[in-house]
């Protein structure tokens, strides 16, 4: 017998895009992390934003690495905070 998975409930566009950082932090567990995937994976708009950030956040963290301009990494990390 095939066991079924538990049940997920769905979640709106606002709501996945609050858990988009814990996501990419691997801090999503469980349900919330089923809800958000199944989210995505039926939300272009969502998908797309995700994406974005999730590159956002890749060259943000090159940035923080390169001692050059820390005025621009702070800029954007303020820019970030206020979404």
Known sequence: MKKKKPET?????????????????????????????AHISECKHCL???EFEQMLKTKVSQLSKNPGDKTLVTRIEKMLASL
């Open 9 to 37: 409930n769905a979640i709106n566009c606002k709501e996945a895009v609050t858990r988009f950082n814990d996501f990419m932090d691997n801090y999503l567990k469980g349900i919330a992390r089923e809800e958000l995937i």
């Open 48 to 50: 797309e934003r995700f």
